[in-house]
């Protein structure tokens, strides 16, 4: 049976928020080994960060259960109140594999893999929007402060103005937005920038993304003025960048835990205790590169810069998106590159390249950041990547290399890093055997620099600098 749109009942009858804060998924996620009702906190920085400034502002979250199956969604999480938007199992296809995930994700990442345009998608996506809209203009007192999150959500700013012209909206996007040469392709370009220019302040990760964006209002709207302020409809917009932070605090604690420092050794040993550990982290995305790294090392382990015996990588791939068609296909070319480098580099009960199509659990991942002596952080686009930050982060005693896209938003901070274009399959081959080779003393200095641009702000001042420059607009 296809389940309702109303599958997920809202809480009745709470009081109203002044804080609210919209994203496509709640913090919260079901979790199948906690039997049919069972929840777990969603993965991520963001939701640390958004759950303390939530908890000291009596706020609300608005999102997507991550389900359409009928199920009770707790009425609050770490003190924090929840209100669901339920989503269909044809919106699942529509809005969310459909016109998020396979027409605005590709065309949003340089068109790295061909955007798809359906006007079903679209119709769907409106509707979606609408809904969470909805949810917004009742539960939002007046005067409230509206965070609206990534591009999921672009048309939700205009559609709460237009009910709730009392509310102060702030509206965040997590991934690139891209220059007017690709975002023209989209047949609902003029809408979508409607739909963000309803808000007040219009954040990105970058000033890149910030001016693309600014310079499309100018030219597809009525919007008039400069890339850090237009004047729409007799209302003030501004844009700017706001780059996403790791949540360091957690990290740099967990970094220090015996237990996790332990694991970290035990890695090393299980792994051969090898000279070098080369580490992936990331979401099985067609974006990030990973066929590239299993190809960059490929060669290198040809023409001898690398030892199977000496050099080993470790990849972990988190499942994502996996009925969509881009995804299955990218897991399975992936799957077959690994397994071709450790047919031919690896040895007995010792393969080059340990990959694991895994969610990690937070200390197994913390282990792995310390266990690594590179990190290859390679994607093709990327809003910001957390995972170089993160690695950096735990990187306490100033050892550890990081290998960097310069399209990741982290590059443009991260300069410590071997910095490379992914494009480039020598120059990340360049990249890796320096890398592998920096001695002690460049190491040091590398990760100095690298740790003086990320532990400065954690993602909890990240997120008030936000909401502060959305409170002064
Ligand atoms: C990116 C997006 C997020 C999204 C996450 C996981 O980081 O910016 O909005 O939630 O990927 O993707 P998923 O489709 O599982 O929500």
Redesign the pocket.
């Known amino acids: 049976m296809t389940p309702r749109p109303d599958a997920v009942t809202p809480p009745v009858d709470e009081p109203r928020a002044s804080l609210v804060v919209v ?3 709640l913090p919260v996620q079901p979790d199948a080994e906690a039997g049919v009702n069972g929840w777990r906190p969603s993965p991520g920085g963001l939701v640390s960060a958004l759950t303390s400034v939530l908890q000291r502002g009596n706020g609300l979250w608005i999102g997507w259960p991550g389900t359409s199956q009928h199920r009770h969604v707790p009425a609050h999480y770490e003190g924090i109140r929840l209100r669901p938007v339920p989503i269909s199992a044809d919106e699942y296809e529509t809005f ?1 594999l459909g016109f998020s ?1 396979a027409t605005l994700w590709p065309l949003y990442h340089d068109a790295i893999r061909p955007p798809a345009f359906h006007r079903t998608w679209w119709q769907s996506y409106a509707r979606v929007n609408r809904r969470f809209a909805d949810a917004v203009t009742e539960a939002a007192a007046p005067g409230a402060t509206v965070w609206v ?4 959500l672009q048309l939700v700013p205009r559609m709460v103005r237009e009910r709730r012209p009392d509310v102060r909206l702030g509206f965040f996007m ?2 690139p937005f891209p220059p007017l040469e690709l975002f023209n392709q989209l047949p609902w370009r003029r809408e979508i920038v409607e739909g963000l220019l309803g808000a007040d302040l219009v954040g990105f990760q970058t000033r890149q993304s910030a001016a693309n964006f600014s310079r499309l209002a100018r030219r597809l709207t009525t919007a008039d003025g400069t890339d850090a302020l237009v004047q729409y409809e007799g209302r003030r917009v501004r844009t700017g960048a706001f780059p996403i932070t790791a949540d360091v605090a957690r990290f740099a604690a967990a970094a220090q835990d015996p237990a996790v420092r332990a694991r970290a050794k035990e890695i090393r040993q299980d792994l051969g205790d090898p000279e070098v550990i080369l580490l992936g982290v990331d ?1 099985l995305d067609y974006t990030k590169g990973i066929q590239q790294r299993a190809k960059a090392l490929a060669e290198l382990y040809a023409d001898h810069s690398l030892d199977p015996e000496h050099h080993v990588m470790v990849q972990i791939a988190v499942p ?2 996996e009925s969509d068609a881009h995804y299955e296909r990218e897991r399975h070319e992936l799957e077959q590159v690994v397994s071709q480098v450790n047919g031919d580099y690896g040895l007995v009960g010792r393969p080059v390249i340990h990959y694991l199509h895994q969610n990690m659990p937070f200390d197994e991942l913390v282990a792995l950041y310390l266990a690594a002596d590179v990190m290859l952080v390679t994607p093709f686009r990327d ?1 910001m990547n957390l995972v170089a930050k993160e690695y950096v982060t735990c990187r306490t005693d100033l050892t550890g290399r990081l290998i960097l896209s310069e399209f990741a938003g982290a590059a443009t901070e991260l300069r410590g890093a071997f910095i490379v274009n992914p494009h480039d399959l020598e120059g990340v081959k360049e990249a890796i055997r320096s890398a592998v080779r920096a001695g002690p003393r460049e190491t040091r200095e590398r990760m100095a620099r690298l740790r003086r641009q990320t532990m400065r702000r954690d993602v909890y001042d990240w997120a008030t600098t936000f909401l502060g420059a959305l409170e002064s607009t």
């Open positions: 994203a496509n998924r969310y995930n999150h990534d591009y999921q997590h991934i979401r994502s998106r809003g």
